[in-house]
């Protein structure tokens, strides 16, 4: 459904990449019994559609009703989604209602791009760590002129198998050697 570098936005958070959207989102988490409700699927151009939707359930005990619209930029190839973009309504709702969505949103918003930028360093410093650890000893070695420079060496299985036929090729020629030897 999702190339996997889609870019999402809903004013509030974005990222780029499908694989955010398994996680959960702010009505999921945030809402008690949310429902979503259909109004309006249309295209506005030939890579672009939009629907209009009511996000609906309970905020910290009131109940709400938010006028949606997502807009998708599509694939026209793959037929993937590759922009989402959210926006809500708050103006039908009253001050106190809107002032707790905004509220719990920028809140939860704050802790999804902690997380996030958590998990974006956090993995950054394990892909250091097991590329030094992945570092053989037998894989590089150093120049002795300059011991700040190091070479990787070719290790491709060709090497080896050419030691080998050469191996075997020199201890053929010496067997021919002294076979010859022993005639004269």
Do not use: C
């Not at 958070?13 to 959960?24: D, E, H, L, V």
């Not at 300059?146 to 070719?154: E, I, L, N, S």
């Amino acid at each position: 459904l999702f190339q996997p570098d889609v870019r999402y936005s809903d004013g509030f958070w974005s990222f780029t990449g499908s694989s955010k959207y398994r996680q959960a989102f702010w009505a999921r988490s945030s809402l008690t019994k949310p429902h979503a409700a259909i109004r309006k699927l249309q295209m506005l151009d030939t890579g672009k559609a939009q629907v209009d939707w009511t996000l609906g359930g309970g905020l910290s005990g009131m109940s709400l009703s938010i006028p949606m619209s997502s807009v998708f930029e599509l694939n026209l190839v793959t037929g993937r989604v590759t922009a989402h973009t959210e926006s809500w309504d708050l103006r039908g709702l009253s001050p106190p209602v809107a002032a707790a969505v905004l509220g719990s949103r920028v809140l939860w918003s704050a802790k999804a791009a902690s997380k996030a930028a958590s998990d974006k360093i956090g993995s950054k410093i394990n892909e250091g760590l097991s590329s030094l650890t992945s570092m053989d000893e037998d894989e590089y070695y150093s120049n002795p002129d300059d011991p700040t420079r190091f070479f990787q060496k070719q290790d491709n299985g060709m090497n080896d198998a050419f030691m080998l036929a050469t191996g075997v090729a020199a201890l053929y020629l010496v067997f021919k050697v002294f076979e010859q030897l022993e005639t004269l």
